[in-house]
Every structure is written in C-alpha cells, then in structure tokens.
C-alpha cells in the first residue's frame, strides 16, 4: 500500500490511491484528479454514461454497434476510461468490490454507499457533525492554527456529506468561537471588516498575527517580573552582608576599646618588665581563673549550706 502511495506521489499523473482507509480524504483528491484530467470524466461518474440511441419514427431506442459513430465511440471510451482510473486507485479489496459494476458511475456510487452509507447513514452523520459544529470552541492554551485544523476538519467532513455553510458564517462562528480574552479583537476585526466578503483565510491571518504579538508581550512580562525577582534577592543578599559586616566591625571596635583601655592603665601603672609579664594574664588564663573562682564560691555556698541545716537540726534535736 505505502508502494503505491509512494508512486502517486511522484507524478501528477498517477491517481490518489484508496486502501480503505480515509475514505473522505481520498473522495476530495480523486475528485480534482478527475476533473483535472478530463472534465467529462468527472461529468461520466456524475451523470452516467450516455449510451447511443436512435430514433425510429418516434420511438427512441438502442443503437445497433454497427451504426455507431465517432461520438458514440467518443462517449462510451469515456466511461471506460473513467472505470479505467478508479480501478487503478484502488487496492485488491476494492476492485473486487467494484468490478462487477458495468459504468463508472455505479463504480463510484458503490464505494460511496460502502464508505458513508446510505441517505439514511448519511443524514445521521451530518447531525453529529452539526452539532459539533455548533459546540465549537477554541480550548484552553490552543493555538489558533491547531483550532482552525479542528473547525476545518469538521467542515469538510461536512462537505464531503453534502452540507455545507456560507463563507460568512465560518467567519462569524470562528469569532464566536474566541475566549474572552480575544474580545478586543474580535470587536476590531467586526468594526474594521466587512464579515459579508472576509475570506476565511485572511481572518485565519489576521488571528495567527495577533496571537503572535500577545505571546511577545506575555514573554516581556515574564522577563521583567524575573527580572524584579533577581534584583529583589540580590537587594536581600547584600543586607545581609552589610548586616554581617556592621557586627563584625562593631566588635572589631569594641576590641580596639578595650586594647586601648589596658594600655592606658599600664602607662599609668608601670610595673617591672617580669612582674608585668607574670601578672598579664592571657586570655585563656582569666578564663580559667575565673572558672576556678566560680567554682570555689559555689563550693563555700554548699559548704555554708549544710552547716546551716546541720546546725538547724541540732537545735530541734535540743
């Protein structure tokens, strides 16, 4: 099959082909192919061959093969030329079901009846279709091309069944259709054009440039607020770093103070150079003087503690 489909591709000669599948798709192709090609070919299939008749006194009846004339040959090689492409566009499955028919016309009817089926098929089809024509509505973070693929889908569906709608009122239904975000625009397009002669097509234009230039602005947006949010983080980090830096040099100042008070004391005071080094305690050392003070003040309190309650005791003993 895909053999076949490949070699149609190549010439503009060579007929869609149909495998059964896509009925719709392959009836519009072959279709123009025939009309393309001989426009009473496709007039054949429509109407039917016109078999050569003759008129005896008033009474029309069937040529006689051996009356024929150019014309009447002319008319019926059209009919087997036309038997002639639809056989060679279809696969196996779909000759043996159409090579009995003996005009091209039936050939055709044939796989109409098989694919859309009957009136009856048909009406019920074009319901369904109808309605979801008239429930159409672009979804939620659509595209416009992807919306009007669906709107044309259904169309020509449509179409292909027999029904089919103005050109102005695709063009109302595609604005309809819109969110409400599209409002402005819809309103501009109604008061800028004439919905009586826009083609589809132009509207399909002016929609897809519109949804380009509300896609820029909404790419600006983002860009600024993350713009504002890195300036913002940036502000908070460098607080931080002042605040950081603040406290270090408030300490820093405090230090200095301090180095300046003992060095002032020392000048006031001056001691022998070996007494000043006994006595200068490091850091580490009156810190660890004055854990040893601590701890002998809490040792006296515990200590001063029970003698007070042994002392209490003995006088109730008394």
Not at 209 to 214: C, G, V
Not at 251 to 266: A, I, P, S
């Amino acid at each position: 099959m895909n053999l076949n489909i490949g070699l149609e591709g190549s010439s503009i000669s060579r007929p869609p082909f149909f495998d059964g599948n896509n009925y719709s798709f392959w009836k519009t192709r072959m279709t123009i192919f025939l009309q393309s090609l001989d426009y009473q070919l496709w007039h054949i299939i429509v109407n039917g061959p016109r078999m050569p008749t003759r008129t005896i006194e008033g009474v029309v009846s069937p040529k006689p093969k051996n009356e024929y004339n150019d014309n009447d040959f002319r008319m019926l090689q059209l009919n087997s030329k036309a038997k002639h492409v639809l056989f060679f566009a279809v696969g196996p499955n779909e000759f043996n079901r159409i090579s009995s028919c003996d005009s091209a016309k039936e050939m055709w009817g044939l796989l109409e009846v098989t694919y859309e089926g009957t009136n009856q098929v048909k009406e019920s089809k074009i319901s369904m279709l109808v309605h979801e024509y008239e429930l159409f509505i672009m979804h939620d973070n659509e595209s416009i091309s992807d919306m009007f693929t669906r709107f044309t889908t259904i169309i020509n569906s449509l179409k292909n069944l027999g029904k089919s709608y103005p050109n102005q009122e695709l063009v109302r239904k595609i604005l309809r259709c819109l969110p409400k975000s599209w409002t402005p625009k819809v309103t501009a397009i109604e008061e800028a054009k004439d919905l009586s002669i826009l083609p589809l097509e132009q509207l399909l234009g002016s929609l897809m440039t519109h949804e380009t230039t509300m896609k820029n602005h909404e790419n600006v947006e983002v860009k600024k607020k993350k713009a504002i949010a890195f300036k913002a983080s940036k502000e908070d980090s460098e607080s931080d770093e002042d605040g950081d830096v603040a406290l270090i040099t408030s300490q820093f100042k405090r230090f200095l103070k301090n180095q300046k008070g003992r060095k002032t004391f020392k000048k006031n005071f001056p001691q022998d150079e070996e007494s000043s080094k006994r006595e200068e305690p490091t850091a580490m050392n009156a810190k660890s003087r004055a854990t040893s003070i601590t701890n002998v003040q809490t040792s006296k309190r515990k200590r001063n503690s029970r003698k007070r309650m042994n002392t209490s005791r003995r006088r109730k003993r008394w």
